[in-house]
C-alpha cells in the first residue's frame, strides 16, 4: 500500500497538548475499547498481579479496570492535564513527584500505588526507569507515533518487555491518501518488520 503521503508528517508534542488544553481529543473512549474485553484473556493468559504498560496513555480508562483487578498500571504521556483528568475523573487521589532520572519530568501516583503515569515522552523513558513489562496495551500509541519514530518506538517497547509478555496491538486500516492521520496508516508488513 502506499504510505508516502504519511512519511513525512510529523505531529509536535506542542500541537498534543494543544488538543488536550482544546478539548480536541476525540480519540478518548469514555467506555473503553471494545477489543480490550475481547481480548483481556489473551493479555493476561490466566495470570495475576501483572505489571502492565500503556504508552501515549491519555486517560484511557482502561488503567483503571487494570488496577481494579489488582495489576499494577505504568503510563507515560506528555500531557499533565490528561494525567490530571484520569485521576480526577476516577476520584483517584495521588501524589505528584519529580523523576530523577529525567529533568522536567513528574510521576503521578494514585495513593493507592498501583498506577503510575510519567508525564514526559516516552523516548525519555528506559527499562532502567520503569522496570520491564508482563503485558502492553497499545491502542492509540504506535498508530499515534510520527511515522519517522516507529522504528524507535518499537525498539523501546521490545527493551520494555520481559520474555514471557504479551503485547496488544491495535491499529486502524485505511486508504493514507484520503487522510492525514493520526492516527496514522501503519501496514501489517511494517508491524511485522518493526516487532519481528
Ligand atoms: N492511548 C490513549 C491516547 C491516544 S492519543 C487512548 O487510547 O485513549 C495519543 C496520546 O499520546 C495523546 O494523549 C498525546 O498527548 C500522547 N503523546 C503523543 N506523543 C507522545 C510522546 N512522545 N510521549 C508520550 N505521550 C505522547
Redesign the pocket.
Known sequence: SDVGSQKERVVT?EE?LQK?EMGNIG???EQGHPLFKKYLDVLLNGRSGLRIF?P???K?VEMKWLADMGHSVVG????EQ?VKQFFSEHSLPYCEEPVPEISGAKMFQSTSGNISLYCC???DLSSSIVGKFDGVWD???LV?VNPCDRQRYASLMINLVEKNSSYLLITVSYDPNKYKGPPFYVPESEIKSLFG
Open positions: 508534542e498534543w488536550w480519540f478518548h473512549l500503556f501515549l496513555c491519555g484511557a507515560v504521556e506528555v500531557s490528561a515522552s516516552i523516548y491502542r492509540g500509541a499515534a
